[in-house]
């Protein structure tokens, strides 16, 4: 599997379990306990700042991202399939519209990501790199391809 495939299928993993720390169950109780995402930070044996300092950027990571633009750039497509008459013009303009948001999402991301692997020790990088490429030979595995 090519590196950009990887990494686009790794950034959602990372950041549901960034997401996922937030959550009261991040201890390992309740529903999210067994999540994988989860697991692969919980198995870092955090300390308690390190939780907190994640928690803290993803709290501020969900404050910026206003989830009203997405819900009007949906509504936007949905009337212009019903329209009588396709107006491509707005079509692309409203797709352009929505990579760009969708840049700005994942460069957010990514740099979320990159603050919470910074918060971590050497020995936490290291096991979860480990993990990570077990993660990928699983999903290699599971998908049946190797490019």
Known sequence: MNTLKIVSKLIPALFGAALLLSQPAFAGHGQHGGDPAV??????????AQREQIRTLVAASKAEKPDTAAMKQHEA?????KADQFDEAA?????????????EHQ??????????????????KTKLDERMAKMRERMAEHTGKDD
């Open 91 to 103: 079509a692309r303009i409203l797709l352009e519209k929505q990579q760009a948001s969708m840049l």
């Open 107 to 124: 460069l957010e991301r990514l740099k979320l990501q990159h603050q919470i692997r910074a918060l971590l020790t050497e020995e936490q």
């Open 77 to 81: 497509m949905q009337a212009l399939v």
């Open 39 to 48: 697991r692969m930070l919980k198995g870092l044996d955090l300390t308690d």
